[in-house]
Each structure stands twice: as structure tokens, then as C-alpha cells.
T-cell receptor
Framework: AQSVTQLGSHVSVSEGALVLLRCNYS??????LFWYVQYPNQGLQLLLK??????LVKGINGFEAEFKKSETSFHLTKPSAHMSDAAEYFC?????????????????FGQGTILTVHP | ETGVTQTPRHLVMGMTNKKSLKCEQH?????MYWYKQSAKKPLELMFV???????ENNSVPSRFSPECPNSSHLFLHLHTLQPEDSALYLC??????????????FGPGTRLTVT
């Protein structure tokens, strides 16, 4: 079984400030982890993914995330927020091991965090 | 432009109507997905097709009927829906389903309102 918890349904930052969106996961097998972004009236777009290579993953638009196994976390950060970053962000997990019939291709999403950026 | 298109973008239907949602992907992928996105709830996976075969049905009511005639097209047939079925329906595709970090590419969604 796998699950994702995103801490904080709403995060508000000033333009130029650090963005930190929190994600903790639970997985019975080594996970793959993803961050997606959804702009208003659009579908989800992949920001970055962790696939058990480097623990610090760089994505598009200046975002990065660090996989910390000891903390079961995969927090998303960006050093300096831009107005165009305002959107909803989703963390997702899937298993990477076909053990015991687990549907390891299945993505489980968190509830999302709405990021607001103030001028 | 994500390579996954959905039509219509907006749909209003009565509870006795029958309608269909269409999804098309131009990415050469072999897996396609339907998700339901409701306010204040996580994305809910509804169906998965891998190489045209349905591999996941996440306990979806029978008033939702998927169809995948080929790897590029996916339909969701709707009949006798309930108001609580109002949501954004997202289609996604990936290279394959399972055994790898195959990221999913999403369409823009169909905003469905059941009256």
C-alpha cells in the first residue's frame, strides 16, 4: 500500500521568497516519486521525478526536490518565487518493484497544495 | 501543449442523458488512464488501459463505461449520472503501465456538470 500526505493545503509566499511545499509518503516498496503542477483550467504537468538515482532532483521552472528516505519525505523547493508559480502542486508516489502483484505503475496522489504568490 | 487532447472541454448533462468523453494522445504511448478530480479530494484513478487491455478498474460505478479502441484513443461513456459525478475528468497517457517510472502526461480535462 502506498499513500502521500501533503502538509498544508494552502501556502502563500511573497515574490522572490523561498518556496517550500511538503510531501511525505508511505510505501511498502522502494518508491518512485513525482511532483506535478496544475495551472487553472489545465491538466497536470510533470515538474520532476525521483527514480532512485540522485536524491536531489532538479526539475523544470527552477524547482527541485530532495528524497530523504529516513524522513520519508520528498519536499519541493524553489529559491525565489515568481508570480507565474501560482498554481496547485501535487505530490505522487508509485512503487518501483513488482512484488506480490502490487500495481507499481499506479500513481497515488496527495491532496494538493495551492501556492499563492504575492507581489 | 502536452500531446494529450480531450473533448469536449466542458459538458453539462442531465441525469438521464448519455454522453461520451473523448481522449486522444499523440505521443506514441501504450497506456491510457481516466482520473476524476473533485474539489477538496485527491485525484481518483478510475480506469487504466495498457496496450488496449483494461488493467485497472478502481471500483467505478457501472454508469461510467470506458472504451479503448486503440492505444491512441480512449473514451468514457456516461449514462444516468448523479450530481455527485460533477467533476473534472482527466485523461493521461504513459509509455507503458507498470515496471518503470513512466511519467504520465495529462490532457486539459473535461469539466462535467450533472444537473
Amino acid at each position: 500500500a502506498q499513500s502521500v500526505t501533503q502538509l498544508g493545503s494552502h501556502v502563500s509566499v511573497s515574490e522572490g521568497a523561498l518556496v517550500l511545499l511538503r510531501c511525505n509518503y508511505s510505501s511498502s516498496v522502494p518508491p518512485y516519486l513525482f511532483w506535478y503542477v496544475q495551472y487553472p483550467n489545465q491538466g497536470l504537468q510533470l515538474l520532476l521525478k525521483y527514480t532512485s538515482a540522485a536524491t536531489l532532483v532538479k526539475g523544470i521552472n527552477g524547482f527541485e526536490a530532495e528524497f530523504k528516505k529516513s524522513e520519508t519525505s520528498f519536499h519541493l523547493t524553489k529559491p525565489s518565487a515568481h508570480m507565474s508559480d501560482a498554481a496547485e502542486y501535487f505530490c505522487a508516489v508509485s512503487g518501483n518493484n513488482n512484488a506480490g502483484g502490487t500495481s507499481y505503475g499506479k500513481l497515488t496522489f496527495g491532496q494538493g497544495t495551492i501556492l499563492t504568490v504575492h507581489p | 501543449e502536452t500531446g494529450v487532447t480531450q473533448t469536449p472541454r466542458h459538458l453539462v448533462m442531465g441525469m438521464t442523458n448519455k454522453k461520451s468523453l473523448k481522449c486522444e494522445q499523440h505521443l506514441g504511448h501504450n497506456a491510457m488512464y481516466w482520473y476524476k478530480q473533485s474539489a477538496k479530494k485527491p485525484l481518483e484513478l478510475m480506469f487504466v488501459y495498457n496496450f488496449k487491455e483494461q488493467t485497472e478498474n478502481n471500483s467505478v460505478p457501472s454508469r461510467f463505461s470506458p472504451e479503448c479502441p486503440n492505444s491512441s484513443h480512449l473514451f468514457l461513456h456516461l449514462h444516468t449520472l448523479q450530481p455527485e459525478d460533477s467533476a473534472l475528468y482527466l485523461c493521461a497517457s504513459s509509455l507503458k503501465y507498470g515496471q518503470g517510472p513512466y511519467e504520465q502526461y495529462f490532457g486539459p480535462g473535461t469539466r462535467l456538470t450533472v444537473t
